[in-house]
């Protein structure tokens, strides 16, 4: 994910699109470390646990669980990856500077 | 040329192979599940030792000791009867047997009603045909527990597949089997139905996402909302 998720960023720089992670790491400190590491630079919750309050309110049980939202907060797409990911992302933000514009 | 100790050689032989192989029994079955687990044991050994240390170990999981015990068990499940069949395709299905349609075709045919039948309906969930083999469960077993658990898990599948019938079936799994206790004790039915029914009434494809208030790995409080105007990509992740 970290290799697909810095590209992503990139791509969509100074565009309408942010990444969001929950992480369920139970160590903190070592989870900085490999953030750092793995020069993670969107922003994630900190759940505490795959039981956290976050993943449990969303019923996540399987790890991970990937949902994207349009600029309205609407769930548009839910577990897609790869290519089907990207697609879905390129639309959204395509719609969402549609609607920039027209303001 | 000595004729009757020849004849009574291939007599004697006639009668060795005419008699019957006795079916594994439960002895058996636990015989080859201990020795399944020494060889997973000795397969994990060097890592664990690694990890002792602080160091890395790379397993080689091509040497999984349940790429040959997985058809040894299924062989056993094909001669041996009652529950021993039954618990022998379970340890098959366990460790990863290949044909999986036939140890459920197997298990259906001559065990549906067993009480075993919990440490299966797993397993049947995701088959092709699986919908309608779960339907088969509920609707023949006379076990309760099975009965909410196969109505839970079909419930379960349908919304991991986007099957807008999924609110529904889970409905029903909490209004008929709630109080079911599965997973060891660990959970009953209608606490799972009620994380899955939030998902399918809330958590669905053209959903308002519920916001999240929580703390970033700095401690820093913040919350989803705060990137309303933006495409979000929500990852659930973990470096474990």
New interface residues.
Partial sequence: MYPHGRSLVKKYDNRPFVIIGVNSDQDRAKLKERIQEENITWRSFWAGSTGGPIPKRWNVTGWPTIYVLDAKGIIRAKNVRGPQLDTWIEKLVQEAEAAETKQ | MRVVPILMLLTAWAVAEEAPEAAPDAAALEALTAAYNQATSAFFKPYREAQAKGEEYALDYSKHPRFTYAPKFAAMAKKAKGDVALDAWVMALRSGYRNRAEAIEAILADHIESKGMINVVGYVRWEKNGDALMQQIIARSPHRDVQGFAMLLRGQTMLRR?NPQAERVLAAAKEKYGDVSIYRGRFTVGEKAD??L??ARH????????D?E?????GVA?K??D??????????????
């Fill in positions: 986007g994380g899955d939030y998902e958590l669905a494809v053209g959903k308002k996402a519920p999240i929580g703390e970033d790995v700095d913040f989803l909302s990137y309303r105007g933006k495409v979000i990509l929500l990852d659930f992740w973990g470096d474990w």
